[in-house]
């Protein structure tokens, strides 16, 4: 079975663009998280999705967004980029059903850097 | 709101001794805790899942315990070795007996395994 995938894997932009990443998911799996990582405030989680609307959402400012289409692929999209999103953005998927037990799998990452 | 901590940012060991993690979390007990295990430039890969009715949990060399009553969770490598090095993660739910894509995370710490 194919794992989460995640793309682009590296990003460079500048102040004030936007940027949208793609996430998608295991096979079956219709749950989808975000998650930012930086080496100051580690893994904070940003939203998530489930059968196309958010079940859950972080502490994050109104200029990340997200969305979850009908076949479970995601798309994260930060807007006016400030230099403190530089991170790795994180994508997980699960089952996201039959009980709260079940195990994330994370994919690679999308490294955004901002200049 | 809930916070997580991981005591050590690092851990040096030598091979063929038991590493220990320790996981502290500061507010209401979770409906349960996961332990992740990330190597650089790669997401986080799951590893353990303990509920909170459970004391304690084993996989192969690890176990985990959850102490509801201290507000901590201890994650045990024994016979550990160079390939166990990486960065472990310690996970509990944002909302308590919610789904389970809410995750928050402790900073990690960083296990070296001599030889």
């Known amino acids: 079975k194919a794992g989460v995938t995640q793309t682009p894997r590296y990003l460079i932009k500048t102040r004030g663009q936007q940027v949208t990443l793609s996430c998608s998911p295991i096979?079956?799996?219709?749950?989808v998280s975000w998650y930012q990582q930086t080496p100051g405030q580690g893994l904070q989680f940003l939203f998530e999705y489930f059968s196309e609307t958010q079940r859950n959402k972080g502490n994050f400012p109104g200029r990340f967004s997200g969305r979850q289409f009908s076949n479970s692929r995601s798309e994260m999209n930060v807007s006016t980029l400030e230099l403190g999103d530089s991170a790795l953005y994180l994508c997980?998927?699960?089952?996201?059903?039959?009980?709260?037990?079940?195990?994330?799998?994370f994919g690679p990452g999308t490294r955004l850097t901002v200049l | 709101s809930q916070k997580i901590e991981q005591n050590s940012e690092a851990l040096n060991i030598q091979e063929g001794k038991t590493a220990t993690l320790t996981c502290n979390y500061t507010?209401?007990?979770?409906?349960?805790l996961q332990w992740y295990r990330q190597d650089p430039g790669r997401g986080p890969v799951f590893l353990l899942l303990i509920r909170e009715n459970e004391k304690e949990k084993r996989k192969e060399r690890l176990k985990v315990t959850f102490d509801t009553t201290l507000k901590q969770s201890l994650f045990h490598i024994t016979a550990s070795q160079p390939a166990d090095s990486a960065t472990y993660l310690c996970a509990l739910d944002g909302n308590y007996g919610g789904s389970q894509g809410n995750l928050i995370f402790g900073k990690g710490t960083k296990l070296s395994v001599k030889p």
């Open positions: 997980a998927s699960s089952l996201g059903s039959g009980g709260p037990y079940n195990e994330q799998f």
């Open positions: 507010n209401y007990s979770p409906a349960y």
């Open positions: 096979s079956g799996h219709r749950s």
